[in-house]
């Protein structure tokens, strides 16, 4: 305070006009940000009337932690203590690594979070599955030492069937025609298609369950089936068996509908110089240009020849753009909106996607039926069901516990770099017969069941080192090296701490926290607007800024929200408010003293400043230890709070003080009203009063 | 109308005092019901859809299949909260096996929301970070009050407020804690990382409290009047920033409320924590923070005279 002037600063009209617009500008782009849905739907409409193409906005949501969206949080303990100290790092790097892939394939979680973290002397790597439950999988497939496996070719073909088992396969089969023949019989004979259902069906037992019934078929499921449903009559069962991959059947037409409608269509498409798979160097406006042109001349005579020599598509000079006949969901979003709402016979477009501008030529639609079958079946082996088709790799006896490290090097002639690997004595002995078999021949390198390099052998590699080159990056390399290094050097990894939440109690506790959010928003902004009257309004106006700048900023640095977090933030609505509490009652006083409005509101501010400053800046050094601390619980808590007091003291002094002198400047005369609370001037102003007022530098 | 803080400010020390050796007394006698964050150990959450078994049941088919000294605790209206040392997966699975397996019915299916694993390293981890975080925060803030306090270093020295606002905010603290250790002890109430959140939260607050009448009181002294004595600036300032204490306290209430009563189960006694925090925080940056600052000036002229005679 000392080192402030006290003459306070007044901005001219016009300046405070630019900030308030400044501040409604942040407050529609923050809304935009947080609520893109309902930017994109304006956006779109502004697009259809002036055809001017804005991008729309990534319509993402909030980044939920596990406790809201339900998962699996697995920290595991990598044992490192069998590893030279300068490989450690990395061999965690390398497990890490493993785990995500294992993930990622093994349970088919699209966006694992692995991450390792160091405690002391201690690696751990902690593991986020979101929307996984089963737990126990997880752990097993993540718990597994990686497998590294050297495969060369596989020459051998199967063998053919012996003799016996011919006899034996032809024998189930003709058994399995009987069968169902009996079936056809008795079904002829009953009229009972169910009973038969019971008695014959080898279907699977949900299948039989529902009497056979296999619901509503198109001609990609059975197509055998679908193909005698067109024919059939509704209610008819077949007269003849329906061979099927899988087996025979008889078959039961219950009813037909029309299934959805194809589209067929042909496309030119101009892309344009950073567009998906682009390799021409127009510019997007170029190709705006072209592919208007082009549309001002396309009929649907002329459509394939222009395509062929027009279309910036790979081989549209052969298909002339023809796309055949597509469903829905099949095409990007936008072509396939154009697409089905276009007549038949029409050209439609430019329509944007991130391939270019397209013309759509809409050359048909079809509907095709789709048909509720029941169904009989009786399963049939074929030989392959006998003897299993030959793998095109077979193993080698080489595995990554022979492999003693592998490393990024550059081949120090043509500087390319490469992979190598060193093996163990047995491990040299076995690598070295298999080169000599294989030169001129791929070998395949297995990681986990997974081939993850297929190099040729040139040489015969007898003294145990051999490289792996491929026109690889540096970073390819090294991930391959890291990759191999986790197979050769598996590092035991121990779990030390679990965590499972169902997706019903995450859900549950992102509808009570808005809802409690929700009513703490609404019962803060009642008492200050009840208490405070205008400037109270206007500080609920502040508030309204505050949230939607908070939680554009939660989304745009992608903070994960957690229930914690969540927590955080309405609490930080609460205080949110006390810096705009701290000036109001400074402008109260100020106004006791029979200052003039803008005076008093100019003086309030400056004043409560200092409290303001020096009291968030406490709570911050709080929130800094509290992410220190490092668990998700308390991170989550601490970010946003330490967020919501930065934006907070941001929107209560720029957005308030602001927004006041604006609202100020409507007052014909400088004095408060019944609008503000305790505008009346003091009658006998304390001695103490005078002497701070007075106080000039 | 100005009230005489300072003048009373005896009683309520003293009733503060009290709370403060009652709180103490609390946590040296039960101490802290520590959660599976901090001992290390398994928590499985499971919901019955009809009748849930008693307690004794469940101890005794998981004692069958090696899992032994388990605590069930009941948690809302058809849930059981099972505690347990350290399981490995394949020990949970075989503890959730048996509880389905002995207890459930077509009509009384069990399901298990939420399973928790905190092995003791972690548990470890998470005690001494907590504990360094609490040190941490108190030395931060006094340094910072030191500094932001500069100017003011008569008749108390800058460092003096960062101390009594320290004061204040441990009395706040050891407050939540006793309360805390009482529910514990009573009640079963666990304390957890979010209750350290909680207090680390109300370590800022109760500081940010005080900084604000402190503030109003530093303001004062610079530009006092020869005849003022700090009792009177001290009485003043708190008078005039009495209607931000109550009403910033009023808007973090109703926040706080909302988050009780709508914010679902599990933040229940983290937010229980921080509403007694923030209470007592506003509290005593009035009736404690302020008036001690008086104490420690007559203190200080005590001294000085005896000094000089």
Redesign the interface.
Known sequence: MAKTTNVAKTATRSQVKWRVAGIAVLFVVSLFVVLPSYANKGISWVNDKTNLGIPTLPAKGFNLGLDLQGGVQLQYKADVSDIAPSDQADSVEGVRDVIERRVRGGLGVSEPSVQTSRVGDEYRVIVELPGVTDVTEAIKLIGETPVLEFKEQNTETARSLTADEQKQLTAYNNAANTKIKTALKEINKTKDFLAAVAKYSEDSTSTIAKNGELGFIDDTIYPEIYAWAAKASIGAVSQSVITTSDGLNLAKKISERDGETKVKASHILICYKDATGCEKEWSKEDAKAKIESLKATATAENFVSLAKSNSTEPNASETGGDLGTFGKGEMIEAFETAAYSAKVGEIVGPIETEYGYHLIYKSGEVTPKEYEVARIFVDTKTATDIVPPVDAWKTTGLTGSQLKRAEVTQDSSSGEIQVSLQFDSEGTKLFSDITTRNVGQPVAIYLDGESISEPTVNVAITDGNAVISGGFTWDEAKLLAQRLNSGALPVPVELISQQKIDASLGSDSIDSSFKAGFIGLICVALFMILYYRLPGLVSVVALLVYTGVTLGIFKLIGATLTLSGIAGFILSIGMAVDANVLVFERLKEELQFGKGLRAASEEAFLRAWSSIRDSNITTMISCVFLVWIGTGFVQGFAVTLLLGVLVSMFTAVIVTRNLMRWVFGFFRHDTANWMFYGHKKAEVVPAVNVQSNNKQQ | M?IPFVKYSKFWLFVSAGLAVLGIAAIATWGLKWGI?FTGGSLMDLTFTGARPENTAVVAALEEVGVSNALVQKSGDNGLIVRTATM??ESH?KALATIKKEFETKDNVI?????????P??SQ??RQ??LW?II??CI??MI??AY?FR?VTRPVPSWKYGALAIIAMLHDVVIVIGIFSVLGHFAGVEVD??F??AV??I???S???T??VY??I???L????QS?TLE??VD?GLN??L??SI??T???????F??Y????A??HN??LA?LIGFVAGAYSSIFIASPLLVYVERWQRRNLTAKKA
Do not use: C, W
């Not at chain 2, 929301?113 to 905190?118: A, G, K, L, R, Y």
């Not at chain 2, 610079?222 to 009047?225: E, Q, T």
């Not at chain 2, 009023?250 to 706080?256: A, G, K, R, S």
């Open positions: 100005t964050d490995t997966e699975q399901s298990e929301p939420s399973f928790e694993m905190i092995g390293s972690v981890q998470l970070r907590s975080a941490l925060v931060g803030i910072y009050i932001a100017a990382t979010t350290v959140v680390l939260t370590l800022g607050f500081v940010h409290d900084i604000v503030d109003r530093r303001e004062k610079l530009h006092r009047g003022q009177e600036i003043s005039q920033t209607g931000r009403n910033t009023v808007t973090v209430m109703i926040t706080l909302a988050m009563f709508f914010g679902g599990s933040i983290f937010v921080l």
